[in-house]
């Protein structure tokens, strides 16, 4: 009995080290205020990592909802602007599963736009949590340093973000 009262003990240690381990690089990457080091799955199958976007460009990173009325209005509009945003990389990242994201890549031909990188995250909610999400469409602009700018989790124009992206 008391050997198991040791196992169980040292278990309990284990996970709860290993959760405040996560927890605090977790708060150190948001503290940073940098882009998060996230991960996420293409409609393509391909892992498309946040080192993989292009250096020395802006980084406007939009989490979404593919079943979001408003999610599909600002991408609506966004694509309107597209050739105003030539000069960011765009990183559009959702939590729903990957048959979700192919209909919406589909739906707005997305592998038309070589600057957005579209995926999921899995039930993983790294980003989300990072940036503290509540309201989609959510939007953080990045320099091109990683350094964050602005948030847009509450007043979302593509006017306004465009006037910060000029600024860049």
Request: some cysteine.
């Amino acid at each position: 009995m008391l050997k198991f009262y040791r196992i169980k003990n040292n278990l309990m240690r284990c996970f709860l080290v290993s959760g405040m381990m996560l927890l605090t690089s977790t708060m150190t990457y948001s503290q940073s205020r940098k882009v998060p080091p996230f991960q996420m799955m293409q409609a393509n199958g391909k892992v498309f990592l946040a080192g993989n976007l292009p250096m020395g460009k802006p980084i406007v990173i939009i989490y979404f909802s593919p079943d979001c009325k408003e999610c599909h209005d600002f991408t609506a509009e966004l694509l309107t602007r597209i050739k105003e945003f030539n000069n960011a990389s765009i990183a559009m990242i959702t939590n729903m599963p990957i048959e979700q994201v192919k209909q919406f890549v589909s739906e707005f031909q997305m592998e038309k736009y070589p600057n957005i990188y579209i995926g999921t995250e899995g039930y993983s909610f790294f980003v989300g949590r990072y940036y503290g999400v509540g309201k989609l469409p959510f939007v953080a602009l990045h320099n091109k340093n990683g350094d964050l700018i602005k948030v847009y989790d509450e007043e979302l124009s593509i006017e306004d973000l465009l006037l910060n992206l000029r600024g860049l």
